[in-house]
């Protein structure tokens, strides 16, 4: 039996940041998400954006608890 085998040097080579760009839409400051866990029994369950303080982590302002900081799997475009 034969193997075939072939370097793939013109394959793109992805890095995870890549990845996470294509399938996470693009959030600005001053929109509204829908957030995955509240973080309080009393808040809303939605937050404005307000700053991006690294690839992942916004402050927002949620109504009925104040602000905080948002890691980008706490949050979601709203539909």
Do not use: R
Not at 20 to 40: G, I, K, M, R
Not at 45 to 63: G, I, M, R
């Amino acid at each position: 039996m034969k193997l075939d085998v072939h370097k793939m040097t013109d394959a793109p080579i992805w890095s995870i940041e890549h990845f996470l760009n294509e399938v996470q839409p693009e959030f600005t400051a001053n929109s509204w998400v829908q957030l995955q866990d509240l973080p309080s029994d009393y808040s809303h369950d939605e937050a404005l954006l307000l700053c991006q303080l690294s690839h992942d982590e916004w402050v927002a302002w949620v109504p009925q608890h104040g602000e905080v900081i948002l890691h980008a799997h706490q949050f979601c475009a709203l539909h």
